[in-house]
């Protein structure tokens, strides 16, 4: 098949990539003038010099594709310029799936979060469990929007739409906010424990891939949703767990949530001020986030598309190993 792909550089993305290429599809993947496309040339990809806000590039990348797989977004809970939220997670959502729509594709995986859906009524909740009235940071509002204009345009276009909610992702290259946590923990940057008893739902990268890789070539799942995660954990257990991989101690002080959530508060804050990133992440909408549990049942994926979940510890353990070898 040719498969037109945004955001295969990124962590997600590189795995979807590269899992694709196993299986010897002819990739065509969008990208920046800046990206680092040293993984697409490997793998021969066509690149496509462009991005989600121009229609124009990525309707010429889509010509005669069968699939799209759509990763690009801006997944931050801190930036100094909060309409790139908007820009790329909300019109630039629409965008890919017009341009999927006008190009007659046959499958679009478009690929949002589990934080979608704030906090349920059910507990664990499913794919079709009634999304929670909030949403705790304005990435997290900005992916629940622009999954309400792909449904839309799946309801009254026929856009032929999967969706995939990723939980908590690990995994080797991972430079976002999981993978810096580990980072500063096996650095021994992290002076306390935060948020204890909060309990998420982790993910290999890899197993993502496989859902979306997986979704893509199963027949008559237009319209499916997949959560994609298994093992819940708490702060405190994921916190352990790195300490026993990587030989580094946990840290002795547990801070109680309302100072970490005023020190979240003061370092916001300052990083308006700045128009740097707070320290250690601690942004008002990351701590928001953090204090919630996202618990799900990713068994679907299981069930429907055959996967089987990695263990965390196999995740954390090469994560680890990656961070070390650079010299984290």
């Given at each position: 098949m040719k498969v037109f792909v945004t955001g295969g550089t990124g962590f997600i993305g590189s795995n979807v990539i590269e899992r694709l290429a196993q299986d010897g599809h002819e990739?065509?993947?969008?990208?920046?003038?800046?990206s680092?496309?040293?993984?697409?040339?490997?793998?021969?990809?066509?690149?496509?010099t462009g991005d989600v806000t121009d229609k124009a590039s990525m309707l010429e990348g889509m010509e005669g594709c069968d699939w799209v797989a759509n990763l690009a977004n801006i997944y931050e809970l801190w930036v100094a310029n909060r309409q790139i939220y908007t820009d790329i997670n909300v019109h630039g959502t629409r965008n890919v799936m017009e341009c999927a729509l006008e190009a007659g594709v046959s499958k679009v995986v478009h690929v949002s979060s589990s934080v979608i859906y704030g906090k349920p009524a059910d507990c664990p909740f499913a794919?079709?469990?009634?999304?929670?009235?909030i949403r705790f940071s304005e990435y997290a509002q900005s992916k629940y929007d622009g999954d309400l204009i792909a449904w839309e345009l799946c309801e009254r276009k026929g856009l032929p739409l999967i969706m995939v909610y990723?939980?908590?992702?690990l995994g080797p290259r991972d430079d976002k906010a999981s993978g810096r946590y580990i980072q500063n923990q096996i650095s021994r940057r992290v002076p306390a424990r935060v948020f204890t008893e909060t309990v998420y739902t982790w993910v290999h990268v890899r197993d993502v891939a496989e859902i979306i890789v997986r979704a893509l070539a199963k027949?008559?799942?237009?319209?499916?949703?997949?959560?994609?995660?298994?093992q819940r954990l708490s702060y405190?257990?994921?916190?352990?767990?790195i300490c026993d991989v990587s030989g580094t101690p946990l840290p002795r002080l547990r801070?109680?949530?309302?100072?970490?959530?005023m020190c979240a508060a003061i370092l916001t804050w300052l990083a308006k001020l700045t128009r740097r990133p707070p320290l250690l992440d601690m942004s008002v909408d990351q701590i928001k986030t953090m204090g919630q549990d996202i618990q799900f049942d990713g068994s679907k994926a299981e069930r429907e598309l055959g996967i089987a979940y990695t263990p965390i510890r196999t995740a954390l353990e090469e994560a680890i190993a990656s961070y070390k070898a650079r010299g984290a």
């Open positions: 990739l065509r993947c969008l990208v920046r003038k800046t680092d496309v040293r993984l697409l040339q490997e793998v021969g990809a066509t690149l496509i794919e079709e469990s009634p999304v929670g009235p990723p939980g908590a992702v027949e008559g799942n237009v319209g499916e949703k997949y959560l994609a995660g298994n405190q257990e994921f916190a352990e767990m801070l109680p949530n309302s100072l970490v959530r």
